[in-house]
């Protein structure tokens, strides 16, 4: 898989925000609300990177920097369900924490759900600790917060 640097409003970004967005429909009944804003994605403040094999976008996700000292928080990773179970998925995560890691951030944090249990199987395999709730679902009982040093 090729991963390039992508805008956040980039069509592909957009596409495959919007299949993740699909996902969290059919899981949890609605989108994310989580307020995001393309501008947290771009350089020095984030990063947005699209995963492609043969020309085709079929992963993404980014990281934009978090209010806790020091952190960057992964937001809208996502692979097409097509291909998962390959290890695109780590591939994506590697990069982003390569990438936060040169931006000098010491620490990387995210925000999940119970209902997506491969992301956290993905999040605590590689090396992903539980961390006190964060963001919109801070209180809700279904939301799960993972953090991890850099």
């Known amino acids: ?26 899981r949890y009944g609605d989108e994310d609300i989580t307020p995001v804003d393309p501008a947290q994605f771009a350089a020095p403040l984030g990063y947005f990177v699209v995963g492609y094999l043969d020309g085709v ?24 369900e097509s291909l998962r179970g390959r290890g695109l998925s780590r591939l994506v995560l590697a990069n982003l924490e390569d990438t936060a890691r ?12 119970m209902r997506q249990p491969e992301a956290i199987g993905l999040y605590l395999s590689s090396g992903y600790k539980r961390i006190e709730n ?11 917060c993972f953090g991890k040093p850099l």
């Open 102 to 113: 040169e931006a000098g951030h010491r620490r990387m944090v995210l925000e999940t759900g």
């Open 57 to 80: 976008p079929v992963a993404c996700g980014g990281w934009r920097a978090h209010s806790e000292d020091g952190a960057a928080e992964i937001k809208r990773m996502y692979v097409a």
């Open 134 to 144: 964060f963001g919109v679902y801070r209180d809700h009982p279904e939301s799960r």
């Open 1 to 26: 898989m090729e991963l390039c640097t992508r805008a956040y409003d980039h069509p592909d970004s957009v596409k495959l925000i919007a299949d993740l967005q699909q996902v969290f429909v059919e």
